[in-house]
């Protein structure tokens, strides 16, 4: 991630964790421990230390730096979300704290265990396919089906990427959903969750940070939960508000359930509550949860003329068509999906200028300063403007 680990420093923590302390903190009664639902097991620990949950040994390397730079991210998260639950209000928006939310969430979608699971799934489904068209020793074909690919360190792989995708998303609305019903939200171990209404049961993946109808829902306590929502595709609550109240469980309940379908081993709460009352049941947990994260497949398709090519196709697999979103109204029909490479987009001359400034940030043809000033929204630009106005002014007298 781009930080050096001064030697004189304190020895390296190896105990990482995918979920950081004060997020689940924000579940806790005293500070130290949390309630655990593990799903393999179905076992309830209503007093599980803070300190072992969601974490693993050099989880993001040994070297110390992709830990030393979310711990950075961490401290401004933890500010803005303490804020948020202490005023029940979301960031303002266009504004530092809003950036500051969206690039956490980002980075928490592609920190977890669960991102890891998938990122190493990709690899060895791609890597034997391509195998599979390379090799010509029967004896090495048949043995592809003993072998798994991995990547040496995928959580930390997809830390850098995370976070130069923040500008993709900064023109999702942001709202606050205030849970004021009988039932709390519960956090899984891959709380981060992104979603697309719109299309619903589709049969390829629209979960692309450009793509249109994305919908992004983490909880933050179990009195609320923060949602990131393209405005052009759905409505939220009221106009005049961005704060949502749900005094109804069936509601919260199904929010509750992209935590389950998407956690990889535990879901967490808070030790008061009473799981036995909102924990899905067996047979509603294996509906709700998919086995398989990523399809790989091939396909020939048609060129110019005669031409034809075979295009490998890499998707994060749809959601369960179990899970529903409430609360979204779509205010559009889905336009058609032709064909993955034309998934319709919110704006592709955005999302094409960040691809750009990526490319050339990672090319070494410009600094990071000058990456985060090209991919900063108008309106970024123009609040940063405004504030500068109003602090000359105040000068001057």
């Not at 265990?113 to 799934?121: D, G, L």
Request: charged share 20%.
């Amino acid at each position: 991630m781009g930080f050096e680990r001064d030697s004189n420093l304190m020895p390296l923590n190896k105990s990482h964790h995918f979920v950081p302390q004060f997020l689940l903190r924000f579940f806790s009664v005293d500070g130290s421990s949390v309630g655990l639902y593990n799903l393999r097991s179905g076992r309830i620990v209503t007093g599980a230390s803070l300190k072992h949950q969601a974490c693993r040994d050099w989880f993001y390397g040994r070297d110390g730096k992709s830990e030393h730079a979310l711990g950075q991210i961490e401290g401004g998260a933890s500010s803005v979300l303490r804020r948020m639950i202490a005023t029940g209000r979301p960031p303002k928006r266009y504004s530092a704290d809003h950036r500051v939310l969206a690039t956490f969430l980002l980075i928490q979608s592609a920190r977890t265990a669960q991102a890891a699971v998938a990122a190493n799934e990709m690899a060895n489904k791609v890597g034997k396919l391509m195998l599979r068209n390379t090799l010509t020793d029967p004896e090495l074909l048949a043995a592809l089906d003993d072998l798994t690919i991995e990547l040496t360190e995928p959580a930390a792989e997809a830390l850098r990427p995370a976070a130069l995708e923040t500008p993709v998303i900064l023109d999702l609305k942001i709202k606050l959903l205030h849970n004021v019903s009988s039932t709390p939200f519960v956090l899984g171990d891959h709380p981060a969750v992104k979603h697309n209404g719109l299309y619903s049961g589709a049969e390829i993946s629209v979960l692309g940070l450009a793509n249109l109808g994305l919908q992004f829902v983490m909880p933050i306590s179990p009195d609320y939960a923060v949602v990131f929502y393209d405005e052009k595709t759905y409505s939220l609550g009221s106009p005049a508000s961005n704060v949502v109240k749900l005094p109804s469980a069936s509601i919260v309940t199904a929010l509750n359930e992209f935590q389950w379908a998407n956690a990889l081993d535990n879901i967490y709460f808070r030790p008061s509550d009473d799981p036995p009352r909102w924990t899905p049941d067996r047979d509603r947990l294996a509906e709700l949860r998919r086995n398989e994260q990523v399809s790989v497949c091939e396909d020939e398709v048609q060129l110019e003329g005669t031409r034809r090519a075979k295009v490998i196709s890499v998707q994060a697999q749809r959601p369960s068509r179990a899970l529903k979103m409430p609360l979204f109204r779509n205010r559009m029909s889905p336009p058609p999906l032709v064909n993955v490479g034309t998934l319709p987009l919110r704006d592709p001359d955005w999302a094409l200028h960040v691809h750009r400034m990526t490319a050339a940030l990672n090319a070494g043809l410009i600094p990071p300063e000058e990456f985060h000033v090209r991919t900063m929204p108008p309106q970024f630009l123009l609040r940063i403007l405004r504030e500068r106005a109003s602090a000359n002014a105040a000068k001057t007298g």
